[in-house]
Every structure is written in C-alpha cells, then in structure tokens.
C-alpha cells in the first residue's frame, strides 16, 4: 500500500510542478529492501537539519541490471540507488558515479558507522584508482551459503559443497540461478588447497575468468547437474519450507526468511558456509552522475547510516546492514546462540559474542570468502547456460508448474505475508530488549 501512495505522490508531483526538482528526492531501491516508514521520517529529519522541504519518490527494481540500464542508456536522473557489488565497480569504470559528500555541518557524519570490514571489502572494487569507499557506502551484505533441512541432511555433510554432489539427494537439491555467485565460491573452494599453500590467495582468485578456471567450475557443476531441482531466482526458500526440497544454495538473507518462516510452523531449517570456502556480496547506496538533488542525496545516505535505522531495516527486510558499532552489536547480541568470533565486524572486544552466526558468520569462516567482481560476464554466462541446459528433469518441470501455481497464491497472500513477518520481527527486536 505504501509503495502505491509513494507512486501516486511521485505522479501527482510531476504533474502538478513544472520545476522545483531541487525539493524532490528519487531514491531507486530493491523491492522489500527499506523499512518504508523511514522515508517520510526522513523528510521531517532533512527538514530540522537543512531548514529545507524534499519529497521522497520511491521506485524499486528486482534485477541490477534493469537499473543499470535506465541509468546507462535511459539517463535517468536518480538522486540515490542502491546496486550490488558488481555493479558498483562497473558504474564505477564507466564514469557513472559522482563522490558522495560527507561534510553535513552541524549534523553528524553517520556513516562513519559502516563497519571497517565493509569499508575494507568495498576497496577491493576495481576502480581504475578511484577507492569506492569515496563514491558508495554499504547498505547490507551477506554471504552465500547452503539451506538445508537437518531432517534429511547431517550437519557433517555442509561443510563442503559436496553435499550437493551426493546422489541420494537427487531432485532435492536447488541452485541459486546467479551465475557469479556460484563461479566465485566453488572457484574459492577447488583452490583451497592452494590457498593453504600460499599459492593464492582470495583477491588474485576473485578477478580469475581465466578459462581454465571456468572450466574446473563448469566441470565441477557438472557432476551433480542432474541432481538439481530447479535453478530459483526467488523460490527456493518457500520450496525449503514446504519440504520439496531438502537443500538450497542460496543467499543468507533468503536463509534467514526461510528459518523464520520455517519456525513459524514448527519446522526446522539450517544454514551453513562450507568451511571450503564462499563468496560475500554487498550493495551500497551510491549516487548516479545524472542525479538532481546530490545534497538530499547525501543526507539521505548519512540517515540510513544512523544505527537505529540500520536496525530496523534490519528488522524489516532480514537482510544485515552493514552498518556496525557498540550500538548495533549491543542489539544483536542473543544468548540462545553461541559465541562466536564477529571481531572482523565489530572489532577486538567482538571475539566472543553470541550473535545470529547466519547474519554475521564466524571470522574463520568469513576469511574463506571472496568478494565477486564485474570480470568474464560473457564468459560466464556462456558457461552458465551450457550447464543449465541438459539438465531439465520431470523433477524441473514439475517444480516449474508448482512455481506457475505459486505465483497466483503470491500475489493474493503478499502483503498478509509481509504484515505478518513484520509482526515476527518485531517480537524478536521486543523479546531482544527485554533480556537487557
């Protein structure tokens, strides 16, 4: 409903005002990625610190590209979007970014609250020169990894991604249809014993698209194709509640949805990074060379920094905000998990603290994943496909037409979905801070 009232707002404004875009704000966000009441708190928030009136237009994308695109080739004049890491460092490459201001007078320079770990990751981006940091801040990250219901699957068998290769779990394994992410973790783990070796290391095997490693992937991918269910964008996680399959390799955030809605109906799902190695994705607020309004845009940016509204973000989407600090890590901390070594996040006196290990993995394991980088696009899709396309099962189709169903009741239970999932968060965050 919120996102209909922003639309017709955003309508409304451009027919109504001929000019006065310095007061209007275009912020270009993934669906179900922002806790909504926080857009017009911040045009009050604007206002007390600038003494000037902006308006929110809120638009949202569902694939990098199609944003790239109406920026790249459309000019469209966003003021703020928020891309993955990949397409951060192509925007980068090809002049499409304007630095980010960080002076606000008076008003505090929140994103001095992104974590050192986030800001250590985003110089990794190839930038001609350039450092990122200067030009994006972490919004959220996390990591890929493997969903898996314990009913069917050990413990013991996620630490590597052979699992996937076991043939008694044949037409109960799903892919994750993201070509880059599953190069770049198994990338990591057939080098692991090079890693060890000090051969190579995790930066020089994230930029390789050398040939030979996509075929070492695509051979690998190929030993337990036939075994894949289905290859998901976005399904997997409702497919891993209704136990039609058994394991997932997905994103951390969609494991988080599909833990909490797995709970909610007495059922039990997991997530593990193969202690082999992963990858880590991040997406960052950055502000496009068309932009209109680079000032609300940057003060934007400061107040999605501020650690209360990293946390309910957080406590809206399920995702992790990249922001850090005493007073995230104060909220987080949970004494039904184990300790764990979050140091790489929240600093030294983090080295044993009992935080969620799905949004924020032990620093041993984090040490084994790469960052994805924009190198052999076409190589790798070219690779992607060749996989992809032997192995349709009866088990594919099947899941396609249950997928076809879903759609129809999707739409129906959406927005009670949301409304409900909003409601279990918000008993978490309660039950958080009662047991301080």
Partial sequence: MKKLIYFIAAALMFAACSSGRDNILKVYNWADYIDEDLLGEFEQWYYEQTG?????????????????????????????????????????????????????????NYMGNVSPYISEMFKQIKSD????????????????????????????????????????????????????????????????????????????????????????????????????????????KEQMTKELAWINLSWSGDAQWAIDEAAEIGMELRYAIPQTGSSVWFDGWVIPKYARNVKAASYFINFMCMPENALRNMDMTGYVSAVGGDHVLENMQDEEYDPIDASYFFGPAADSVCVNPVMYPDKAIIERCAMMHDSGTEKLLRMWSRVKGDSASAWTYILICLVFLGLIAAVIVKYTRNYYRRQYYAKKRKRRNQKK
Wanted: hydrophobic share 40%; charged share 30%.
């Fill in 52 to 108: 000037e009136e902006v308006q929110i237009i809120y638009q949202t994308f569902d694939i990098n590209e199609t944003m790239l695109s109406k920026i790249e080739l459309g000019h469209e004049d966003y003021d703020v979007v928020c891309p993955s890491d990949y397409i951060i460092e192509r925007m980068l490459s090809n002049d499409l970014l304007i630095p980010i201001n960080k002076d606000f007078g008076d008003t505090p």
């Fill in 129 to 236: 020169g350039k450092d990122a940091n200067d030009y994006s801040v972490g919004y959220m990250w996390g990591t890929v990894g493997l969903i898996y219901n314990p009913k069917y699957i050990q413990d013991h068998e996620v630490v590597t991604w052979d699992v996937l290769r076991n043939p008694a779990y044949k037409g109960k394994v799903l892919m994750k249809d993201a070509f880059r992410d599953v190069y770049t973790s198994f990338l990591v783990a057939l080098n692991g014993e090079a890693i060890d070796r000090g051969e190579k290391d995790l930066g020089t095997i994230a930029f390789d698209d050398s040939d030979e490693s996509i075929a070492l992937v695509e051979e690998y991918l190929n030993t337990f194709k036939e075994s894949v269910a289905g290859w998901e964008a976005d399904f997997g």
